[in-house]
């Protein structure tokens, strides 16, 4: 479908909230949840089933067509996955059991290698932060495992003092930014590449493939000659990473 009918539609949509119309830009859209679902880091075994995280980013879907104002100048794909991948993960919180704590233990290893970077002036090995939490190598690892449903990507918030400031918003182009806001875009922009530059050849080419390339974790995990759940634990531990260097080079703006 063309721009200018998609445009049509939405208008079309918002000024006579016809369901008719409803229902066709949801199945317009359709491919988006499948697109979310395959790009999140979620490893619960046993907990959902595919079929049940399709319906949950389905729910998010309805709720993005619902609500979505095109007048704001912001593309439709945009705000959708957002709100796709926010109802899957309520879905997830309110089904796990554990994960308040996992919350936690992700907060422990995100200060974890806050605290490092800022002693060390580098990121941090692996042996470096289970040192510094008084944990073995395995269990970090195991942490981080369990933390990936809630570390998910660079579109998290940043820091927990301000949950509307992510990497992704930072670097995103969906309008033009005024000069003082591109001077603040370009030099996070600066700085990600550094923190990129500074991971391990390994978690830099699973940033590469995931965010550039956008493989899936199974698509990465065949590259890489691992499991998923392997991919899963390396991206949220890379991603923990770039997220403590880019915090330490913002304080020191």
Do not use: C
């Not at 495992?145 to 949950?163: F, M, N, R």
């Not at 591109?182 to 700085?191: A, I, N, P």
């Not at 995990?221 to 634990?233: H, K, N």
């Amino acid at each position: 479908m063309q721009a200018a009918q998609i445009e049509q539609r939405w208008e079309q949509y918002v000024r006579h909230h016809d369901p008719a119309v409803r229902d066709q830009l949801i199945l317009q859209y359709a491919p988006l949840v499948k697109y979310v679902v395959g790009r999140m880091v979620v490893s619960l075994p046993g907990l959902l089933n595919n079929e049940d995280i399709l319906s949950y980013g389905t729910i998010g879907l309805i709720q993005a067509v619902d609500r979505f104002d095109p007048r704001q100048g912001v593309k439709f794909e945009t705000y959708a996955i957002r709100r796709i991948r926010g109802a899957i993960l309520d879905a997830i919180r309110s089904l796990h059991p554990v994960s308040r704590d996992a919350n936690r233990r992700a907060r422990e290893i995100e200060h974890a290698y806050d605290d490092l970077v800022q002693r060390l002036g580098r990121l941090p090995s692996d042996e470096e932060v289970s040192e510094h939490l008084g944990l073995t190598v395995e269990e970090l690892q195991q942490r981080v495992a369990d933390a990936t449903a809630t570390i998910l990507s660079l579109d998290s918030p940043l820091g927990e003092e301000d949950e509307h400031l992510t990497l992704l918003d930072q670097l995103a182009d969906d309008s033009l930014p005024g000069v003082a806001e591109q001077v603040e875009r370009d030099d996070l922009y600066r700085h990600l590449v550094a923190a990129i530059r500074a991971l391990s050849e390994r978690d830099r080419l699973v940033i590469t493939l995931y965010y550039y390339e956008e493989l899936t974790l199974k698509e990465i995990s065949e590259v890489l000659g691992v499991s998923t759940s392997r991919v899963s634990q390396l991206h949220a531990a890379a991603v923990m990473k770039l997220r403590a260097a880019l915090r330490a080079a913002l304080a020191v703006v």
